[in-house]
């Protein structure tokens, strides 16, 4: 069991340039999430997926899109690059639903370092 | 809008004491949890607090939640220096939007 993935690890781009970050999970979870850390303001959420066919936005969506492609695969793309995208992100996953101690519990991924200069 | 905040933001102690970390959020939740996030790596789980009145332990960590309060804690006994690390807690609005506080980064001196 991997749990949740990610690529790249880090990344540096040119402001303008576009990329797309990837996240897959196996633990067959149904809902995924994405979050942006920047020093001394914790986690922001930018997107996040609760199902399958379905996406939302977060506090902080400007500047981003995603792609929920199936089950296990959820992305975040950044169409034109800016400096104040900057940060380190990271990919969720939660399971659904019950009575289990870990009901809704987030399990995240090891994060993109993500540098826009 | 759901806020959540920690205090203290830093805290640096001493081997063997013992201290709380605060967690307060605006609207009404049920749930809270605690997360701890070592230098440069990712996040991982310490506790689901679930219920009003909920206390879960492990090792020199205590973690309850008071949901009329809109409050929860943290508290570590006897710090040792392997409990450094920054701890975040999070609630949610809704059933998918967790909203994390801004982090207390604690560091145990020996």
């Known amino acids: 069991n991997a749990g949740v993935t990610q690529t790249p690890k880090f990344q540096v781009l040119k402001t303008g340039q576009s990329m797309t970050l990837q996240c897959a999970q196996d633990?067959?979870?149904?809902?995924m999430y994405w979050y942006r850390q920047d020093p001394g303001m914790g986690l922001r959420l930018i997107y996040y997926s609760a199902s399958e066919g379905t996406t939302d936005k977060g506090e902080v969506p400007n500047g981003y899109n995603v792609s929920r492609l199936n089950k296990r695969e959820f992305s975040l793309r950044l169409e034109s690059a800016a400096p104040s995208q900057t940060s380190v992100y990271f990919c969720?996953?939660?399971?659904?639903?019950?009575?289990?101690?870990?009901?809704?519990?987030?399990?995240f991924g090891p994060g993109t370092r993500l540098t826009v200069l | 809008e759901l806020k959540v905040e920690q205090n203290p933001l830093f805290l640096s102690m001493q081997e063997g004491k013992n201290y709380t970390i605060y967690c307060n959020y605006s609207t009404t939740s049920d749930r809270l949890y605690w997360y701890r996030q070592d230098p440069g790596k990712s996040l991982e789980s310490l506790f689901v607090l679930l219920s009003n009145g909920a206390v879960k332990q492990e090792g020199r960590l205590m973690a309850s939640l008071d949901t009329k309060a809109r409050l929860s804690t943290l508290h570590i006994t006897a710090a040792v220096h392997d409990l450094s690390a920054t701890y975040f807690c999070a609630s949610t609005s809704g059933t998918y939007k967790y909203i994390f506080g801004t982090g207390t980064r604690l560091k145990v001196l020996a």
């Open positions: 969720a996953s939660r399971s659904g639903g019950g009575a289990s101690p870990s009901y809704n519990e987030q399990f």
């Open positions: 633990m067959n979870h149904n809902s």
